[in-house]
């Protein structure tokens, strides 16, 4: 399990779903995140995600949503995950509410 260090939780999540998840780790490249700017190319990587899988739109969507709070998320599409995505997006959270 990887996870790119930093003091931001907003960001911290994003990246760590983005290292860890199978498809969103060809989308962790300055074209779409530029992690030191905090600026995420939200209408880019929707756009490219609209043929994928319900599960992997809904991570993807967790990400964003975990950074902007932009978004309605349907936490009954976790049901759509395999254990280890499930489990992605449970650290995932954990690492986004140790800022609160």
């Not at 609209?50 to 950074?67: C, D, P, Q, T």
């Amino acid at each position: 399990m990887k996870t790119l260090s930093s003091i931001n939780p907003y960001i911290d999540a994003v990246t760590f779903l983005f290292s860890n998840h199978s498809k969103l780790q060809s989308y962790l490249t300055e074209e779409f995140i530029n992690i030191y700017e905090g600026i995420i190319e939200e209408d880019k990587l929707r756009r490219l995600a609209k043929s994928w899988s319900r599960s992997e739109k809904f991570v993807l969507n967790l990400a964003l949503h975990l950074y902007s709070g932009q978004g309605k998320i349907d936490l009954n599409d976790i049901d759509y995950l395999d254990s280890e995505n499930k489990r992605l997006v449970m650290e995932a959270l954990k690492i986004r509410l140790k800022g609160i």
